[in-house]
Nanobody, 127 residues
Framework: QLQLVESGGGLVQPGGSLRLSCAAS????????IGWFRQAPGKEREGVSC????????KYADSVKGRFTISRDNAKNTVYLQMNSLKPEDTAVYYC????????????????????WGQGTWVTVSS
């Protein structure tokens, strides 16, 4: 059974940091581009960041550039999203997703390009 599981969410004060993890089971992430997406209450799901299967290609939404960093450890079959300088507007459910068939150097920010999705983890930024 192919599964992605997010962890690391929680409640944090503005300016704080969290590191989200996306662990795969039932398949290896080596050949998949991985994306992080988020959905705030009452809003559409949006792309946050993505990383190519090689790890060389990354993308970030303008709203998180300079604050979030995506990385992957294929040996641990896990992708991470380091989130620093968190703001209340970062509050959302964060999802990771895997895209098969992407070139090794490329990842897409489009939801429709992703084949497998995790269940999400809540991130709440509040004082």
């Amino acid at each position: 059974q192919l599964q992605l599981v997010e962890s690391g969410g929680g409640l944090v004060q503005p300016g704080g940091s969290l590191r989200l993890s996306c662990a795969a089971s039932g398949f290896t992430l080596d050949y998949y581009a991985i994306g992080w997406f988020r959905q705030a209450p009452g809003k559409e799901r949006e792309g946050v960041s993505c990383i190519s299967s090689s790890g060389d290609g990354t993308k970030y939404a303008d709203s998180v550039k300079g604050r979030f960093t995506i990385s992957r450890d294929n040996a641990k079959n896990t992708v991470y999203l380091q989130m620093n300088s968190l703001k209340p507007e970062d509050t959302a459910v964060y999802y990771c997703a895997a895209a098969a068939g992407a070139p090794y150097y490329y990842c897409s920010g489009a939801l429709g390009e992703y084949d497998y999705w995790g269940q999400g983890t809540w991130v709440t930024v509040s004082s």
